[in-house]
């Protein structure tokens, strides 16, 4: 008994001393939307930090919240986290960013990065994002190929420009090779909710479409897409384990580089204020490997992921006519970051109205 | 050997005050239990869930915050549930509540005058009240389930709210973003001691609600008509009281205690209203209000424990890097056991002999 005693204090003890010994690290914290498990975007997220830890070892330290809805929760998370000894935040849904910029205020010392938003009210927070429309493009093109149907359904999460972008970029990359291409949406109006991206997958299948995409965090659509032997694609994360005979390709996020890269300008006292925005050049936006296609498309597909790389091309190049039928880009032009960034308009051929 | 459960002549008033404490030590025991498989050291993580977020004034503010909406629901179902009225909708009653408060910041945002504050607490209150006078129609003219139509609104209100910070009510400056405007200055409900951390006024409309709901039901007439109704509404009845009065009565606090939840919240510690402002604190508060034992100052001290226990999940993932998931087993168990352990107030345990044959247990 004694003994056991012993033991609780020593491990009491050495609990204790475990802060007092981390205070010369930097310590990197990540507050996620969803639970590190989603196989999705918090998923990706949290493949970054681990990546971070494992690129700067013994420099740093990390730790994270889950599962903090966005609203009131996220300022006491946020609050928490700075008053515990982090120096630097990252903050990975757009409903964190009032949250962020007010949290920031208070804690001058802090540096927080946003992910996906648009408010930079502090010297000391930074946003960053990534070019997702250009994997969408690609797979865009892929589904234009492999569908018979010429018809995909599209799950999507909110109404917001990142989103709009995707939908768009998706069927610009379809109409590319089958210009009768048509698109059908759903709005699920959550980011993370298995049941639902279930259902909507299911009502999308029995439409008629025989290509899913998405762009919501869980693997339920793709799941649904391999019950019912049609081709999907995976989103934030590769998903071929839940569906090896029906992921065509996933866009990946990869947050390391970044993660690693802000981090180690904390450590070295560079940091600075700014607006990420990297796609494929920076490896920020990665593909999956091509899977269950034929070699062309499979072809065509790395042919374009490499021009999009280079920079020789734009996903949102014209002439592009919005959905009602004016003219959006002419022959050549290329949409500014500005539009994109505030983008709330469909292209041709989107069988939806976009909630406004 | 068998365990039986002998129901007591008399409610035990011994037992009324120990169980809480037997469910708090069997909780720490499971608890310790539960965080040592995990390979955490069960003192420390003990420390983070129920220390470590008193040590510190803005953490008191912020244990404040999430309580203010728990308290304030619950206090208001109580006398639901003691009249024998089953809302389950406070949910619905709460967001209704943000939505009436927010429309004087949301649509005329540049009506700006002291008074607005007290006019949108006014209004989320009567949005509440009327969002919960429904089921109470329904029960009083169809005798519908108040259970099922109660809860069928919340699902009513929560898509109305998506529709509107998605449609009409969106900010025009925000980028398509699902949220309205921010409130403005006069909007805003102060934080009490706005120097040491977040906690609102909300919080002392919570205690103020607590205490008129407190008086009214153990020292007022009303309260014994609530109470008499709620065991016997035959009795009631000889007694003159109306059955269907009552029911409105029951919806209408409740509703309105719910809505001004909702307005609090939105207008003291969210700002704006957005697609989801609540995560579940209307139902929530059903256990708040049951772990309280339906007494208002019981459920002051039941919200503050629910309220706590969010905050010390959350430090012990920081702390110890337990998932979320582990948090929330933790506070289930809380639960369980406290509930469990009521059990002993109107049961007693016999530990049975041997005397019954084998066999037939």
Redesign the interface.
């Given at each position: 008994m004694k003994k056991t005693i012993l033991a609780i204090a020593a491990a009491t003890a050495v609990a204790a001393m475990a802060p007092a010994m981390a205070e010369a690290k930097t310590k990197a914290c990540f507050i996620y939307v969803g639970p590190v498990g989603d196989f999705g975007w918090s998923y990706q997220h949290d493949q970054g930090r681990l990546a971070l830890e494992k690129a700067l070892g013994d420099a740093v330290e990390t730790a994270f919240l889950e599962s903090v809805p966005e609203g009131a929760d996220s300022e006491r998370a946020l609050e928490r986290f700075a008053r515990s000894g982090c120096n630097i935040i990252f903050t990975t849904s757009f409903g964190y960013m009032d949250a962020t910029n007010k949290i920031a205020a208070k804690f001058p010392d802090v540096k927080f990065e946003h992910a996906t938003g648009y408010k930079r009210e502090h010297a000391n927070v930074a946003t960053y994002d990534s070019r997702f429309y250009e994997g969408r493009y690609v797979i865009g093109q892929i589904a234009g190929k492999v569908s018979k149907t010429g018809v995909a359904g599209y799950i999507a999460s909110f109404p917001i420009p990142e989103v709009v972008q995707g939908i768009n970029s998706f069927l610009l990359g379809a109409q590319s090779v089958n210009p009768d291409f048509k698109l059908k949406v759903v709005w699920v109006n959550t980011w993370f909710d298995p049941g639902k991206e279930a259902d909507a997958a299911k009502a999308l299948i029995d439409q008629g479409v025989d290509i899913i995409t998405q762009h919501t965090d869980s693997t339920a659509a793709m799941q649904v897409a391999a019950e019912r032997g049609i081709h999907a694609f995976g989103q934030a994360s590769d998903m071929i384990a839940f569906g090896p005979q029906t992921q065509l390709t996933a866009i990946v996020d990869d947050w390391g580089p970044y993660y690693i890269e802000r981090v180690k300008a904390v450590i070295d006292g560079t940091w600075e204020q700014k607006a990420t925005w990297a796609g494929m050049k920076e490896g920020h936006v990665v593909m999956a490997p091509y899977t269950n296609m034929p070699d062309d498309v499979k072809m065509m597909a790395e042919g374009t992921q490499a021009k999009i790389t280079s920079g020789e091309f734009h996903p949102f190049t014209g002439p592009i006519m919005k959905q009602d039928g004016t003219e959006w880009l002419k022959d050549g032009e290329v949409a500014d970051d500005g539009t994109l960034s505030g983008l709330n308009f469909y292209v041709k051929g989107v069988d939806d109205t976009l909630p406004q | 050997m068998r365990i039986e459960l002998i129901k007591r002549p008399q409610h035990s008033a011994l037992f009324s005050a120990l169980s809480p404490f037997i469910a708090f030590a069997l909780t720490l025991a499971a608890g310790g239990i539960l965080f040592a498989i995990l390979g955490k050291?069960?003192?420390?993580a003990l420390y983070s869930y129920f220390i470590e977020p008193l040590t510190?004034i803005?953490?008191l503010h912020?244990l404040a915050?999430?309580a203010t909406p728990l308290i304030l629901i619950a206090v208001g179902l109580s006398v639901c549930f003691q009249s024998n009225n089953w809302n389950i909708g406070a949910e619905g009653q709460f967001i209704v509540g943000a939505i009436t408060g927010s429309i004087m910041p949301v649509l005329l945002p540049d009506f700006q005058f002291w008074f607005v504050l007290p006019l949108i607490l006014i209004f989320g209150f009567a949005g509440g009240a009327a969002y919960g006078s429904v089921p109470a129609f329904l029960k009083v003219r169809f005798n519908t389930n108040e259970i099922l139509s109660s809860l069928m609104l919340v699902y009513v209100a929560q898509l109305f709210l998506?529709w509107l910070v998605?449609?009409p009510w969106r900010n025009p400056e925000g980028?398509?973003?699902?949220e309205t405007r921010?409130f403005h200055s006069f909007a805003i409900l102060p934080e009490i001691l706005p120097a040491s951390g977040?906690a609102h006024w909300g919080f002392v409309f919570a205690l103020l609600a607590a205490l008129v709901l407190w008086f009214l039901l153990s020292r007022t007439m009303k309260g014994f008509e609530v109470k008499l109704i709620g065991q016997s509404p035959r009795a009631g009845a000889f007694a003159g009281f109306s059955d269907k009065r009552m029911i409105y009565f029951a919806f209408l606090v409740s509703g309105g205690l719910a809505g001004l939840a909702g307005i609090s919240?939105v207008s003291g510690?969210?700002?704006?209203l957005?697609?989801?402002?609540s995560?579940g604190y209307g139902f929530t508060a059903i256990i708040v209000a049951f772990l309280g034992r339906l007494n208002p100052l019981g459920i002051v001290a039941a919200g503050l424990v629910l309220a706590l226990s969010y905050?010390g999940g959350?430090?012990a993932?920081?702390?110890l890097?337990v998932?979320?998931?582990t948090a929330r087993v933790f506070q289930g168990l809380l639960l369980f056991f406290v509930l469990a352990c009521d059990t002993l107030i109107h049961y007693r345990i016999r530990l049975g002999t041997a005397q019954k044959p084998e066999g037939t247990a």
């Open positions: - | 050291s069960p003192l420390a510190e803005w953490s912020e915050v999430k998506d998605r449609g980028f398509n973003f699902p921010q977040r919240e510690a969210i700002g704006q957005r697609p989801v402002i995560p905050l959350e430090a993932q920081i702390s890097g998932s979320d998931k």
